[in-house]
């Protein structure tokens, strides 16, 4: 069965990057499995609110300061990515400003790579595509638009479930994710809409057999 599992370096990201996207595919039948690296209390328990806002089957919580995001962490994505058995990982932007978010996007990329390895894990598993969400820096040239139009206010409610981030910024997510969104959404032809890049996965090892192909079209 299709499932996706989200990666995101802090508790709100999932809601600004792709709350909208979580909760689309959750009602569609989806299971959708979400791994935050950084978390302690207070904001673990705002992840458990929003992450239950947006449908989300299982959340992988750590308590870790925002900043210690470093490759150690590699090994704690593999086991979500062999526990979920995803079809797609979404995760940063590794153009984002935000330096735990670019050390997030490269971890994922080492982790679904890794994880595919059927010389070190029996039970290997190939995440087919990453779809890279915008946080706060936009993304140039997005290769797709999903529309959030039904699913927005989930996104909304998930984000303001973060009390004492939203809080902390004044409400400037709240403000960014609705002009965001609207923008998208115009780029998109629908109402409401977020945006992601796609990176495929470096599976370049050779005893992939999927990588053998009879014809390219």
């Not at 989300?56 to 086991?79: H, K, Q």
């Not at 529309?147 to 409400?171: N, R, V």
């Not at 994710?177 to 996965?201: M, N, V």
């Amino acid at each position: 069965m299709d499932s996706i599992l989200v990666v995101a370096a802090h508790p709100d990201d999932e809601s600004l990057g792709a709350g909208g996207t979580i909760r689309k595919h959750s009602d569609l039948g989806i299971p959708v499995d979400v791994h935050c690296m950084t978390g302690n209390e207070i904001r673990n328990e705002e992840m458990k609110e929003a992450c239950a806002i947006l449908g989300v089957r299982n959340l992988f919580l750590s308590e870790r300061d925002d900043f210690a995001i470093d490759l150690s962490l590699r090994n704690e994505v593999v086991g979500a990515i062999l526990k979920t058995r995803p079809t797609i990982v979404i995760t940063h932007f590794s153009g984002d400003y935000n330096i735990n978010h670019q050390q997030c996007a490269q971890i994922v990329n080492d982790a679904v790579e890794w994880a595919s390895h059927t010389t070190i894990f029996e039970n290997a598993h190939r995440v087919q595509r990453i779809y890279n969400m915008e946080i706060n820096t936009m993304i140039s040239r997005p290769h797709v638009y999903v529309d959030i139009t039904d699913t927005y206010k989930y996104g909304l409610g998930a984000l303001k479930a973060h009390k004492s981030q939203i809080e902390k910024a004044d409400f400037f997510y709240e403000k960014l994710y609705d002009t965001r969104t609207r923008l998208r959404g115009a780029q998109g032809k629908c109402e409401r809409a977020e945006a992601f890049t796609i990176t495929l996965p470096d599976h370049a090892g050779p005893f992939y057999k999927e990588n053998s192909v009879a014809r390219l079209v």
